[in-house]
């Protein structure tokens, strides 16, 4: 997507400032059915492409994002902007006085900030609804959520308002939106993509790029990589490497045992493993998800991490005497958060290197893991999963927690579609820092199993009239 439209600038075909009138004129029309966007800065990123328009005219150096609408999760601060982190308790915070790294960063590249995308409170939830700007649903079905917590960013790119979204990752944001939306999202190793301000779940968060296409997705890493002051994890520099090694590929149904998958997810697993072997001609090699964690439970040591250290953030006073302006959901965890002891804090934090080194062992330097991103079909736009009466995500239902605790790079692609009409999002995780091996395994894939850029029913950026049809559900 990103290089038609930059082809599509070059030959003067378009124009920037249509970009942003067309971005401006599908987010009015679509978002009353989605609630993906929660803010805009119409004038100033009219404004904005106008100068674009001027400079490309003029003949100046542009970057590679010049002229391309985009929206920012509303968890990373956007000058101008107030940020809102879905809650309540931020709904009347100050607008940001500077750009946070990655929206700064994009910006640098020349993408124009049309506005702010929606997210569940405090970026907490596998679903997108706050009791701030209400509930965000999935262009593929309404009834459904897009997954969370960059649900609204995966929305608005899923259904054509933007080509470029922003996403963070503490425990499988970047992928699961995608998985549920038909798109592409990274998780990069931890340290290529620079955190600042600290994240509210220190060792696990980074920023992710998510998008239409592998394409896509490398440049926006390219754009994003780097150290930043004040991060003691941040790599001096990451340098793809110039030819991938050949992989082996390995599958596991889970990245924890958690018992049987669903059998319409087991199906469309079954069918994207035959896929690799028929289409791309790589062996796979069964795992069993305790080869995978074998220190221990991975999901449930990643919620005592998260819940703990986003209460402390959130402070014990405030979650007590403010209680009312957060979402029960979300009060819930931080109340458990706040009863884990200092000794069963450092036991799972020490644990992480345990997960880390069992799955360094396990990949090697040339091997991927493959499994279903998601350990769900799906889960209603208010966050009640499949038969429950009340909103909430249990650990079972996610494969994209280990990945945050080790750091591993994992990447999720479209691999078909449902019988409940939802795309089911395939994942491989690679070795540490070995994000340029994902990159080249998703390039095969989508070149071999190719995937329409949008949802069926929504008007596009632009025409792409060489889109490839919508797959049709597994049976």
């Not at 608005?156 to 979204?165: D, F, R, S, T, Y």
């Not at 360094?360 to 079909?377: Q, S, Y």
């Amino acid at each position: 997507m990103i290089g038609l439209l930059n082809r599509l600038l070059r030959d003067r075909e378009v124009s920037s400032r249509d970009l942003v009138e067309r971005s401006l004129r599908l987010i009015e029309a679509g978002d009353g059915r989605l609630g993906a966007v929660v803010a805009l800065r119409a004038e100033q990123a009219l404004a904005e492409a106008a100068e674009v328009d001027r400079a490309r005219a003029a003949g100046e150096r542009l970057g590679p994002l010049a002229g391309l609408p985009v929206l920012v999760k509303d968890l990373e601060d956007v000058t101008g902007m107030v940020t809102t982190r879905g809650s309540l308790l931020h709904a009347d915070d100050p607008p940001a006085a500077a750009d946070g790294l990655v929206p700064g960063r994009l910006r640098a590249a020349g993408a124009i900030v049309v506005g702010k995308s929606n997210l569940p409170e405090n970026a907490f939830e596998a679903y997108t609804a706050n009791r701030l700007f209400g509930v965000t649903r999935n262009p593929w079905g309404q009834e459904w959520s897009p997954g969370g917590s960059s649900g609204g960013s995966a929305a608005a790119l899923a259904a054509g308002m933007v080509p470029i979204a922003t996403a963070t990752d503490g425990g499988g944001s970047a992928r699961i939106p995608p998985a549920f939306c038909g798109l592409v999202g990274l998780k990069p190793s931890n340290g290529i993509v620079a955190r600042s301000p600290v994240p509210s779940w220190i060792d696990l968060s980074t920023d992710a790029p998510m998008g239409h296409s592998i394409d896509d997705v490398a440049l926006l890493l390219e754009v994003m990589r780097g150290p930043a002051i004040g991060d003691p994890s941040a790599l001096p520099r990451w340098e793809p490497a110039a030819a991938p090694t050949p992989v082996r590929l390995l599958a596991a149904p889970r990245t924890v045992d958690w018992g049987a998958l669903d059998p319409d997810l087991q199906r469309a697993f079954d069918d994207a493993l035959q896929a690799l072997e028929r289409d791309l001609g790589l062996p796979v090699e069964p795992v069993a998800p305790s080869a995978v964690t074998p220190a221990g439970n991975a999901d449930e040591d990643w919620f005592t991490l998260c819940t703990t250290e986003q209460a402390y953030e959130v402070g014990a006073v405030v979650l007590e005497e403010q209680a009312d302006r957060f979402d029960p959901v979300f009060l819930a965890h931080m109340q458990n958060g706040l009863r884990v002891g200092i000794e069963e804090y450092l036991t799972v934090r020490r644990r992480r290197f345990a997960y880390t080194a069992a799955l360094d062992r396990l990949l090697g330097d040339d091997a991927v893991l493959v499994t279903p991103t998601l350990a769900m079909a799906a889960q209603h736009a208010d966050g009640r999963m499949v038969g429950a009466e009340v909103p909430g995500t249990p650990a079972d239902a996610l494969n994209t927690c280990l990945q945050n605790i080790t750091g591993s790079p994992a990447l999720s692609v479209p691999a078909g579609r449902l019988p409940n009409g939802l795309p089911f999002g395939l994942q491989f995780t690679g070795p540490r820092y070995r994000d340029d091996l994902l990159l080249a395994l998703g390039a095969r894939w989508e070149e071999a199993r190719p995937w329409p850029w949008y949802a069926p029913g929504f008007e596009p950026l632009v025409d792409q009239r060489a889109a490839p049809e919508p797959p049709r559900a597994v049976n």
